[in-house]
């Protein structure tokens, strides 16, 4: 099925520790987006990109690195985990920055410990 | 800096009522605004965009209004279902393309 996909789906990381997030779609969208989700603090942007090669900050986008070297993928790399990246991050698509509807991925939970 | 606020945080309603979802935003200035629903442990789903220029959108028992002067969004359910249960979530979309989320509503409907 068309959509946003997300791996890993669960992840448990000791502080200091690298990895990636991967993001894919495969609906030809061009805006692709990082969100996290934390208890009482809502979605919040980390890292946004309107095609492949362009990538920009959100609102939160400290820790995080992105890249965009295809349409279709969107990797969110936290480069040395804290305890204060435990949260649970979305993936999101749609064809153009802003006019459109956004596909969100089901999600990806991080523990650090 | 765009606010977001929907209140009240959580809301416990009898199947079969209708029922109206607030979202406030402090800047006047969006593009868009989207109701998004999101089943516990779930990603979240798009229900209803309304562009800046739109007063409502319908979609099912589903109808969503935009007042933009006011700064307020509803999205309105009729006659509720126990398959509604979930939260409810409003974003703002600034004219520089930015998402702004509220904190949303949890709804439960008791069968």
């Known amino acids: 099925n068309a959509g946003v996909t997300q791996t890993p789906k669960f992840q448990v990381l000791k502080t200091g520790q690298s990895m990636t997030l991967q993001c894919a779609q495969d609906m030809n969208h061009e805006y692709m987006s990082w969100y996290r989700q934390d208890p009482g603090m809502g979605l919040r942007l980390i890292h946004y990109s309107v095609g492949a090669g362009i990538t920009d900050q959100g609102e939160v986008p400290n820790g995080y690195n992105v890249s965009r070297s295809t349409t279709e993928d969107f990797p969110l790399r936290l480069l040395s985990a804290a305890p204060s990246q435990t949260s649970v991050y979305f993936c999101?698509?749609?064809?153009?920055?802003?006019?459109?509807?956004?596909?969100f991925g089901a999600g990806s939970r991080l523990t650090v410990l | 800096k765009q606010e977001v606020t929907q209140i009240p945080a959580a809301l416990s309603v009898p199947e079969g009522e209708n029922l109206v979802l607030n979202c406030s935003f402090t800047d006047s200035a969006i593009y868009n605004l989207q109701w998004f629903r999101q089943d516990p442990g779930k990603g979240l789903t798009s229900l209803l965009l309304i562009q800046s220029s739109q007063r409502e959108q319908t979609s099912g028992r589903l109808n969503a209004s935009l007042d933009k002067s006011s700064g307020r969004s509803t999205l309105y359910i009729a006659a509720s279902q126990p398959g509604d249960s979930a939260t409810y979530l409003c974003a703002v979309i600034s004219n520089t393309g930015k998402l702004i989320f509220g904190q949303g509503t949890t709804l439960q409907v008791k069968p």
């Open positions: 999101a698509s749609s064809y153009s920055e802003g006019a459109n509807v956004l596909t």
